[in-house]
């Protein structure tokens, strides 16, 4: 677990870099992706013109999309911004928000990971549909997902096939490359009650993703980090609404010491 | 008022159901519609591509329509789910926002109430003008909506020109399928000074009418559920920030005892 | 300084008379702009489609145009408005949101200007932007902006050149109508740090120029309005979701002896 040991440096770096992060994304999370980009400080930048999506990208250091609401500009955009990504080996992030849910989704992320992505993520079920499409085209109905699915056997199949770290959410989080898996017990189950938890977890990945190269390591420093926030958030429950208020809170005022301290993880 | 003892059940079946719920609706408020349906314990879910708005319409348990940010694209999409949704008997919940205050919102309001809706939720003025509308094409002028309108017959008559459930929400809010009509007494003035309240309430609406077949007990229930969750979120105002925060906190932790304590109905 | 005797009284203007405020804006901070402008009794309606444009500018009491997020359709639609405002004397007001970021912001923000606005708000870098392309096509290079630039003297070419207020937020927050220059020290950093607070301040300002003819003290006291409640705000500061709250809350309580006492303002 040396480079483990590496973690605790990303939040630093992160604030030493203020990266910029070109945001692709759904217009119901953004303003809450935007904000928790800034509270660990990074610069997020949301553009989806066909017209500024390669000038943006080209001054970023990391491109975020997000498939949470499409439409055909927008998908453009990504096909072009990504495009120009790979290229300069500007790190590309995938959230495959309702990957399963529609053929639209599904193609959507098929053709955005084959084009190259450095990490996607997505709940169990997005990450079932995605792991399930590498063998057959039919995918997976949500509905057949159950506790018993082996979500980190189907997660190291998806990191394989795309050659790229999976990040699985859901109980636990599973973080992959297919070949070493860390598993973080961190979070609370009410984190799935405000939408765009998973939208900014994949922010904090693009921003440590910014700053880190090993992947596996960003990804996982960035999940431990969202898993944290959340469950500290969630002392002194009083609802949904300053929950969600507290995860701003706690993801802005977090340090090392306090990250070191609550981490559960383990590795595979 | 036999059907108002079964009006505290359906808190509970909808979270025993969880329903999907397939909004199309705009980019203002729709963070706060998303977790104000996830907070009572359904699935929202914002899609809005013409690729993908029958699929996803087919899965889901209601067909959330809101006019308040309309665009060529997404009216083409509302009139697609719409019929299916029409053809397959899922209900449909219109908010109309902002009718009366352009031709196109007009237009597309009595287009949406024509290809037949079950629920359709206004402010005062919204209602007005839709049952103004019914005797006239020339509408209301907001201007000259005062006091003294019969809030109660123009709510009527909207019901009953386009059979559905007419809600019309200010001072009094009035729930009727134009033969039987409650008027909720809950709620408070400045939950007006919050965007989105009204969407909020529609999206509550939609989740009740997803579990609950009696479509004027669904949207009494709901519109009971908002007021008294603003009114309990504005003991001890703190200003409209902590306010809005306070929303999701009742909507959240609201209890069937606490709702029969505090609902304030009356039937005519 | 006599018109600063008047400043305070635009507070009470705008709640006597509720203007209701034309929003063609992005969709990260489109809630928190609306928010801001319902806090201080300020009716805001956003509606970017080509069909409804010219009946809502027509009934409106400012525009407020913000290139936050760009599309063609809502430049055809900010054209269509800005054009209709002008022939009305509606006033118009600009949020340059990342001008000098990409070409399409750049060639935007000098086309919006060009047609004539009444008010400019930027950032530091985007007013140098502006200003470099007073004299030449080039554009500054952000990252060659630093503490020495003379942003005062920029901030006058922008109001210069377009006959316009212009509006630099940073440090300290620079008014100008080229002639006379006010200076707002009140406000704090951590603003920063929330997306959209700057979208907001030129929300307030559209609120004030809706009621207060003199746009350089409606400016000014939007200005003003904004930094006292973010320093407000961030007392007891407990993170930035807090934060963000308590700002909110203080735009919505904080009255004219508040204000008053609060305001740090010095005339050039």
Do not use: W
């Not at 959230?95 to 450095?118: P, Q």
């Not at 992959?176 to 990945?205: A, F, H, P, Q």
């Amino acid at each position: 677990m040396n480079s483990l040991n590496e973690i605790n440096k990303i939040m630093q770096k992160i604030k030493n870099v203020n990266p910029l992060v070109h945001c692709l994304t759904n217009y119901v999370t953004v303003n809450d992706v935007a904000n928790s980009l800034l509270s660990i400080g990074t610069s997020p930048i949301m553009a989806d013109s066909i017209d500024e999506v390669e000038e943006i990208v080209s001054i970023s250091k990391a491109l975020y999309i997000n498939i949470g609401t499409l439409n055909s500009p927008v998908l453009k955009s990504m096909e072009v911004a990504q495009n120009l990504a790979v290229s300069k080996n500007i790190p590309v992030i995938l959230d495959a928000v309702g990957a399963g849910a529609s053929s639209l989704r599904n193609k959507s992320t098929i053709s955005i990971l084959e084009r190259s992505v450095d990490i996607v993520h997505g709940n169990y079920s997005e990450i079932a549909y995605i792991a399930s499409s590498v063998s057959n085209t039919k995918g997976v109905d949500a509905s057949s997902l159950d506790e018993s699915l082996d979500i980190i056997s189907m997660a190291k199949k998806v990191a394989k096939k795309y050659n790229c770290i999976c990040v699985a959410t859901g109980e636990k989080d599973i973080i992959t490359d297919s070949e070493t898996t860390y598993v973080v017990k961190n979070g609370c189950r009410e984190m799935g009650n405000i939408t765009g938890t998973g939208c900014m977890l994949t922010g904090l990945i693009a921003a440590s993703a910014a700053v880190e190269e090993d992947f596996l390591l960003a990804s996982t420093y960035a999940t431990a980090l969202m898993a944290i926030s959340g469950e500290r958030a969630f002392e002194n429950y009083r609802g949904l609404g300053s929950f969600h208020v507290n995860i701003f809170n706690e993801l802005s005022t977090i340090d090392e010491y306090i990250f070191e301290g609550a981490i559960k993880i383990e590795k595979l």
